[in-house]
């Protein structure tokens, strides 16, 4: 074994060495942490000078120090807009980043994983500024004067502020206790994120949103990749559903949602001659979406599934969706196509058409709230839909319109909730007042001793019923296109529902399996309903032509009969309540009173004036259906000539009824009492008029069920 002494020299000598390294050691790292500092606090007046140039504000930065070898803390920030100095926008208690050491001597300071802790965001609006204007990028200042005749540029709006949310989200982020409250003169919206993170493009956290006092507790996760203008994200409800604000106060609408998924793929801006058009690609869906509200259903409309995958085109005063954009209800596919124009003139423009869908996969794809009635319906076979229509506002008369449903081997092989087979057989009636209040109760049927069959009914009164109401009902498929124009081209003109296009087939549906709610959705089901009859052939058109004749109103509910039953309801009673006849003895002139008084039987003692004749109104409206009935070999040259003018009330009506002293406005010429009846649907629903009729307008004689002119 060998020893090496070290003399005491030795030792000392290089103690001192280690002891110099160690000073000079400290030394630097004294010197490296001020210069550390030094660069700190150079970086941030720099990136102050920066935000300061950018944007007219006064940004305030407290002490910074590095709480690590690379984490920077900041004690405070404060952001406020130049214009008011006291107004400020933004405020947090303390920032945290990390810092790349080497980007900060290299003079490029490199920030990331941002931290920002108790911060409190405070856009606001009075009816002359805000303090938050100057975020979204201006539009650069054109030599040619603005055309406003075009109205505004929605994609140069939406462009912006796109441009504006992922150019300013940060790569890396944690927002703790972040509160953005917002107020103006119509909304308040108040957002608390206890947290919410991003990094590396992935998105979380959860927040507690109160947006004009509506309340939601919402969780947040996705991915966003600002660089691209790409998103995919799902905001979903914590402890229940979400609620959309701003509808409720808007639109008097209920919208909620279980979760909702938004994508967006990307956008291409295209600096036209316009000012600009904007491109955006991207999908929405939902599940478990309601949506109410009184107008479109009496009850919750709700969807299971549904999706909206878009190629949406925006521009100045238009905005569409375009070839390649799809909507999935549950199972069913549509493919829309829609444009809209806001100027000169609004206009419209929509084609949808649906994917071949299973019978069954469409009726367990229909939106509850809507198609109640038909719930649980099965069938073989496919179905398809389509529809296409275009309106401009300046020209309403050059309305459009086109809706139909096609079936491939289609047959149904079992009934929802209601039966629609039971127009066959006896069933039980229930009629209701305009308040909802049941009024009577009876079987439509043989064993009713008040129900008429079609052959005891006076060929009179069905030709003049089906030329007032729908002259094509023993040949159309439960639906006439040309009467809708007409009657929504009217409705739009007036602003309100001056029309109605109701078939008798529609009539009928809405009498014996709806209710008499005024709705979106009972149209619709109305029309879905019409289709199964009319298309599956489930009823005869004298069968139900039969049952409309036996439920429809005539006359005052409140009247009651010596028998103790209330109301005026089938052509028995109305027979009896006006002439104290049978239906199958009633003449020209007391059917044709019968059938203008169809619309509003309630108004019934308004066709007399106080000394109990016809006013000159509804004197007209026998002239006018007797020329077309006659037109149409519905009645002979003999009936319409010596047609009267003037009828005999022999029934209960004479007393019950009391003739109106009400004026009698009508009596003008005969032009204008035609004016004042353009509204009904006769000349426009015919096609006829002085002149001969064409094969398919009269076309009665080729169908073995449509009456026959009386003889």
Do not use: C
Request: proline content about 5%; cysteine-free.
């Amino acid at each position: 074994m060998i020893s090496v002494r070290i003399s005491p020299s030795t030792k000392r000598l290089v103690f001192g060495i280690l002891g110099g390294l160690a000073v000079l050691l400290l030394l630097a790292f004294a010197v490296f942490q001020w210069k550390r500092q030094q660069l700190l606090d150079y970086a941030l007046k720099e990136v102050k000078a920066k935000i300061e140039r950018k944007y007219p504000v006064i940004l305030t930065l407290g002490p910074a120090k590095f709480a690590g070898f690379k984490t920077v803390e900041i004690a405070g920030l404060g952001l406020v807009p130049t214009a008011n100095p006291t107004d400020t926008l933004l405020t947090a208690r303390r920032l945290q980043a990390s810092l790349s050491v080497r980007s900060l001597f290299a003079g490029r300071p490199v920030f990331s994983d941002l931290q920002i802790i108790t911060a409190r965001l405070t856009p606001h609006k009075t009816a002359t500024a805000d303090n938050y204007g100057f975020l979204i990028k201006k539009q650069k200042p054109s030599a040619a004067p603005r055309d406003t005749t075009k109205g505004t540029n929605y994609g140069l709006l939406l462009n912006q502020a796109l441009e504006t949310v992922f150019d300013n989200v940060p790569g890396e982020a944690n927002f703790k206790d972040f509160t953005v409250s917002y107020a103006s003169l119509r909304h308040t919206a108040m957002l608390r994120l206890p947290e919410l993170k991003i990094q590396d493009g992935d998105i979380s956290g959860s927040l507690t949103a109160t947006i004009d006092s509506v309340a939601n507790q919402l969780g947040i996760s996705g991915h966003i990749e600002p660089g691209d203008y790409a998103l995919n994200a799902k905001v979903f409800g914590i402890g229940g559903s979400v609620q959309l604000p701003y509808v409720p106060r808007r639109f008097g609408a209920l919208v909620s949602f279980d979760t909702v998924q938004v994508r967006l793929d990307s956008k291409d801006f295209d600096d036209d001659d316009t000012g600009g058009t904007l491109t955006v690609r991207g999908s929405l869906a939902a599940r478990n979406f309601s949506l109410y509200h009184p107008k479109l259903a009496a009850n919750e409309i709700e969807v299971k599934r549904g999706g909206l995958d878009f190629v949406a085109k925006l521009g100045r005063g238009t905005a569409a969706l375009e070839k390649g954009s799809q909507i999935t209800v549950n199972k069913i596919v549509l493919y829309p196509e829609i444009s809209v124009r806001m100027k000169p003139s609004r206009a419209v423009s929509i084609n949808v058409t649906s994917a071949e869908t299973e019978a069954n996969d469409f009726f367990a794809s229909l939106p509850t709230g809507i198609f109640d009635e038909v719930r649980g319906t099965q069938g073989t076979g496919t179905l398809t839909y389509r529809m296409s229509g275009s309106l401009d506002m300046a020209q309403v008369d050059s309305l459009k319109f086109d809706s139909s449903l096609k079936g491939k081997n289609f047959k149904l092989t079992s009934f929802g909730e209601e039966d629609l087979n039971k127009l066959n057989t006896p069933f039980v009636q229930t009629v209701y007042n305009d308040k909802g209040d049941s009024v009577r109760t009876f079987v439509v049927g043989p064993p009713n001793p008040d129900f008429v069959p079609y052959n005891e009914v006076s060929p009179y009164l069905i030709h003049a019923i089906t030329t007032a109401e729908d002259p094509r009902f023993f040949t159309h498929k439960g639906f006439m296109e040309k009467a809708f124009v007409k009657s929504a081209i009217q409705n739009i003109k007036e602003k309100r529902f001056a029309r109605g296009g109701s078939t008798l087939s529609m009539q009928l549906v809405k009498n014996v399996f709806l209710t008499r709610q005024k709705t979106v959705a009972r149209k619709i089901e109305e029309a879905l309903i019409v289709w199964l009859l009319e298309n599956t052939h489930l009823a005869s058109k004298q069968r139900m032509f039969e049952v409309y004749l036996n439920i429809i109103e005539w006359g005052p509910s409140k009247y009651r009969w010596p028998s103790g039953k209330r109301g005026v309801y089938g052509v028995k009673d109305a027979a009896l309540f006006y002439y104290g006849k049978r239906p199958s003895e009633l003449n020209l002139a007391e059917s044709l009173y019968l059938a203008s008084i169809i619309p509003k039987p309630k108004y019934a003692r308004y066709s007399f004036d106080a000394y109990g004749d016809l006013r000159r109104s509804t004197r007209y409206f026998f002239r006018l259906i007797a020329d077309i009935m006659a037109t149409r070999g519905l009645i002979t040259p003999n009936d319409r000539e010596n047609l009267p003018y003037g009828l005999s009330l022999n029934g209960p009506a004479r007393q019950y009824m009391r003739f109106s002293a009400r004026p009698d406005t009508t009596r003008a010429t005969v032009a204008a009492d035609s004016s004042q009846f353009e509204p009904l649907n006769l000349i426009d629903l015919l096609n006829t008029g002085a002149a001969a009729p064409d094969a398919g307008v009269n076309s009665n004689a080729a169908d073995p069920e449509a009456p026959k002119a009386p003889k």
